[in-house]
């Protein structure tokens, strides 16, 4: 079964300070994988996508890598603000119809990021 | 572009209650699709639609039903309210396939069924 594991489930950090969140993932075939943030009472939204020849890709303050032989992705996020303040979800594609959801995806059940002034 | 809305932003059914969570976008997205989100849980998948009159099952569909009649509309039935299925539902959107496509998430129906 395609499972998607995130590590820590929450973390506090001082504003300022860096931080790395984990994602591990047993989906295969492997498509994509992609980085949600969610706000409190927020939906969703797509930080970063990388796929199978990508091993880093920057987006602003946020950095994410992917190790597809081992099958580990991490988020850096880089001189934290209060905004960073957050869910962060990762979430692995199947190629469709090979496991996942019916709709390809498998999500991870998040890391829960509070940044402290 | 207002994205994907959804409407009520809160609700309180009592068991038994029939509603209707509504979901509407202005992407003209053809892909849409709707999750629930439960503590300690990963998203999880409802129902979703590949295009105007077409609808199939995701992962946790009993006790829902759906319907596609435009594209821009995708609402999600609570036949029969029960306890369980007191959660936070997301509807979402995207522009092709969600598996190479970034899903457009509204801003979530807090539901509680008492």
């Known amino acids: 079964k395609n499972q998607v594991e995130q590590s820590p489930q929450s973390l506090i950090i001082l504003e300022g300070k860096n931080c790395t969140l984990q994602c591990n993932y047993t989906v295969s075939p492997f498509s994509n994988l992609r980085w949600y943030k969610q706000d409190t009472g927020r939906g969703p939204v797509s930080l970063t996508i990388?796929?199978?020849?990508?091993n880093t890709k920057s987006n602003g303050r946020y950095t994410a890598t992917l190790d597809a032989d081992t099958k580990q992705s991490s988020l850096h996020i880089t001189a934290s603000q209060l905004s960073d303040s957050a869910s962060y979800i990762c979430?692995?594609?199947?190629?469709?119809?090979?496991?996942?959801?019916?709709?390809?995806?498998?999500f991870g059940k998040g890391t829960h990021l509070i940044i402290q002034p | 572009n207002a994205g994907v809305t959804q409407t009520p932003k809160f609700q309180v059914l009592k068991t038994g209650q029939s509603m209707t969570l509504q979901c509407a976008q202005d992407?003209?997205?053809?892909?849409m699709s709707w999750y629930r989100q439960d503590p300690g849980m990963g998203l999880r998948l409802i129902h979703y639609?590949?295009?105007?009159?077409?609808?199939d099952q995701g992962e946790v569909p009993n006790g829902y039903n759906v319907s596609r009649s435009t594209t821009e509309d995708f609402p999600l039935r609570l036949l029969s309210a029960a306890p369980s299925q007191t959660s936070v539902y997301f509807c979402?959107?995207?522009?092709?396939?969600?598996?190479?496509?970034?899903?457009?998430f509204g801003n979530g129906t807090r539901l509680t069924v008492t």
């Open positions: 990388m796929t199978f020849s990508e």
């Open positions: 639609s590949v295009g105007a009159g077409i609808t």
């Open positions: 992407m003209n997205h053809e892909y």
């Open positions: 979402a959107s995207s522009q092709g396939q969600p598996y190479n496509s970034p899903l457009h």
């Open positions: 979430v692995v594609s199947a190629v469709v119809g090979s496991g996942g959801g019916a709709d390809g995806l498998t």
